[in-house]
């Protein structure tokens, strides 16, 4: 990874998450009816985050989901030779809910499309609201966060990759050069 800046640290990155969790709160006017599904992989474990966050300030535990989108994406045919297919893991009914969709980086918003097909088969929720780590921009489609823990504009030759405990063994958000591709 060719790192050109640390844009958020394991500090920055804890404050963001419970900045984003009172966010959600305020906005839903708390969690009675709230809930986070979190999108394969890093979406996921922000969104567990997120929900202790919310246990913790709001002294009740919104339901948490896991989406895989991979089969809902335009592109996977093209990008993936062999898709790697993880579970979506929704048990409890998102009709007439407050899903709060959660993820790491919206770029093209490619994925949020194929996430909001996944959610429409589950059933059909009061409200779907966003809710991102980091926007970089670039969009492809009209989409916007509802809820965003930092913007960070880049150019079309970087990236931003979140790093994040559970499977990374750090927190932090970086700028890398994109690899080329050549």
Do not use: W
């Amino acid at each position: 990874m060719d790192i050109k800046a640390k844009i958020i640290d394991e500090e920055g990155f804890n404050r963001t998450l419970t900045r984003l969790a009172h966010e959600i709160l305020e906005k839903n006017k708390g969690s009675k009816n709230l809930v986070l599904i979190g999108m394969r992989t890093r979406g996921e474990f922000i969104a567990e985050r997120i929900m202790q966050k919310i246990k913790e300030i709001d002294k009740s535990e919104p339901s948490y989901g896991v989406l895989d989108v991979t089969l809902y994406r335009d592109d996977f045919r093209v990008r993936l030779k062999q898709p790697e297919i993880s579970v979506t893991n929704i048990t409890f009914d998102v009709n007439d809910r407050d899903v709060i969709l959660i993820d790491d980086v919206l770029y093209t918003g490619r994925t949020v499309r194929a996430a909001l097909d996944a959610l429409m088969d589950l059933g059909r929720p009061n409200t779907i609201q966003l809710c991102v780590l980091v926007d970089r921009g670039h969009r492809e489609l009209p989409i916007r966060a509802d809820f965003v823990g930092k913007n960070i504009p880049t150019s079309i030759n970087e990236e931003v990759r979140v790093r994040i405990k559970e499977t990374d063994g750090e927190d932090g958000v970086f700028l890398v050069n994109a690899p080329s591709k050549i």
